[in-house]
């Protein structure tokens, strides 16, 4: 009989000595720390120009930078995964904010290029990995029945953060300077990680002694197939997807990621066990990479859509203000998120799931109907049912990641998870990227109808099979 992944295999043990009022503090705090850390994040996107000619550096190299430190947080994922399953994530989550401090003070204070970008990449270090280690601590200190509901409102803290960290740069930067988007997050974040070093208690590890092992090898090839892969794809529009640097980057990554595969199924303490957690692993996983997959599509095919003349055939010819608004409705899809605990504990991961599915088939028409009518509502709506998908099915898919991963793995399901979901969002975005370019209205970049159908039949397709792939999760019993 199969087991069903809404039970627990071995729920992680709380956190002793710590009340429910010291644990809602603490979780306060986790939050508020998260809320600062995207926040900072998504301000340094549109203040990228001006940064730019602060420093007198070029487009291409500012690009770089924040890519790189997108994909130094996401290489570094599986070994912090694994340093949360081995040490006190107490002591992690402490490291990680000095790290991220310390990127933004360099950043800020960067005279150079060189210097921003070393700044940069400690904060990509840093701040990249802060969700993976707080869903770790989530997972130790809350009961089982509170863990989905926790995770919902990390996902809801983390959309309002980034939608009010584009609104927030402009204004700093007009009352002070660009240097305040570093030292300002940078101060928020010193004076929580003080309070978190005085409220924190301590999650210690679930790992016996004798399993204390790290697979550098493992954490080796998987860091380095992850470099080359998310390089090859955020930089393949830019060099050409034809071109010897792009293709030896995917064709690299490939090749570790088979050495990777090789390695792990013989070490007898992986840095990532493919064989954890049967086919429920395996199904969040993937539902976790479509549903990140199919939303930064969306993030990519609405502006194109709204920004669009009408003469285009699908655009509606709308400013860059109203388009950002209409894609604001995704965050009250987020706000499902708290709710998830409550209801996936009334339906089941299962319905969840499918009703998570069928909130992006369900955005997928709405973008359909919105190219044939023109309407705002349409796509209102459409970002609304996006953001829904990733409310309702984002906690309790992460529910079933650590219920299967058992206390000793969790830290490394949880990076397995991550990993998943930074993939998915670099490939949609550049897939869809490369197939809007390859057949633009003549004088423009702007694609043809025929090119932005294909587009919109492959949303459509990923969102269908991510209610068929949800079908999958056993009924609770």
Known sequence: MAESAESTLAPPERSPGAPARSRAAVLAVLFATEFVVVLAASSFIPALPQIQAGLGISAAWGAWIL?????????????????????????????????SV????????????????????????????????????ISQLLDRKHIAAAFGWQA??????????????????????????????????????????????????????????????????????LLAVMLGLTEGPAWGWGSAPTLALLAGGVVAFALFVRVELRHEQP???????????????????????????????????????????????????????LMITSTAGFMLGPLAGGLERRWGARAMLLASGCSLVTGSLLLVIATATHSMIAIALSSLCYGASLGL??????????????????????????????????????????LLASGTIQGTQLPTTTTL?????????????????????????
């Not at 920004?307 to 285009?312: F, G, L």
């Not at 294909?454 to 009924?475: D, E, K, T, Y």
Request: positive net charge.
């Open 393 to 434: 099915g984002g906690p309790p898919l992460s529910v079933i990641v650590i219920d299967r991963a058992g206390p000793a793995r969790i830290g490394s399901a949880l990076a397995l998870s991550g990993t998943a979901y930074a993939a998915a969002r670099a490939l949609g975005t550049q897939v869809v990227a490369a």
């Open 102 to 137: 310390t990127g933004m003070l360099l950043a800020g204070a960067a005279v150079s290029a060189w210097m921003l970008a070393l700044g940069h990449l400690l904060y990509g270090i840093g701040s990249g990995l802060l969700v993976t280690v707080m869903q770790g601590a």
């Open 67 to 99: 890519t790189g430190s997108y994909v130094a947080g996401v290489m570094t994922g599986p070994m912090v995964g694994r340093l949360i399953d081995l040490y006190d994530k107490r002591v992690i989550w402490l490291a990680l904010l000095g790290i």
């Open 271 to 325: 840095a990532i066990d493919l064989r954890l957690g049967g086919k429920p692993m395996a199904v969040a996983i993937t539902l976790i990479a479509l549903y990140h997959g199919v939303n930064a599509i969306n993030d990519l095919l609405v502006p194109t859509m709204g920004s669009a003349p009408e003469s285009t055939g699908y655009g509606l010819g709308l400013s860059t203000t109203v388009v950002g608004t």
């Open 156 to 225: 809801a803290v983390g959309a309002i953060a980034g939608m009010a960290g584009l609104v927030v740069a402009g204004p700093i930067i007009e009352a002070l300077s660009y240097h305040w988007l570093y030292w300002i997050p940078a101060a928020a974040v010193a004076v929580l990680a003080v309070v978190a070093f005085a409220i924190m208690p301590s999650l210690p590890s679930m790992v016996t002694a004798a399993d204390r092992r790290i697979d550098w090898a493992g954490i080796g090839l998987i860091s380095l197939a």
């Open 453 to 477: 159908a294909f587009a919109l039949a492959l949303v459509a397709v990923l969102s269908v099979a991510a209610v068929c792939i949800g079908l999958l999760i056993p009924r609770r019993r």
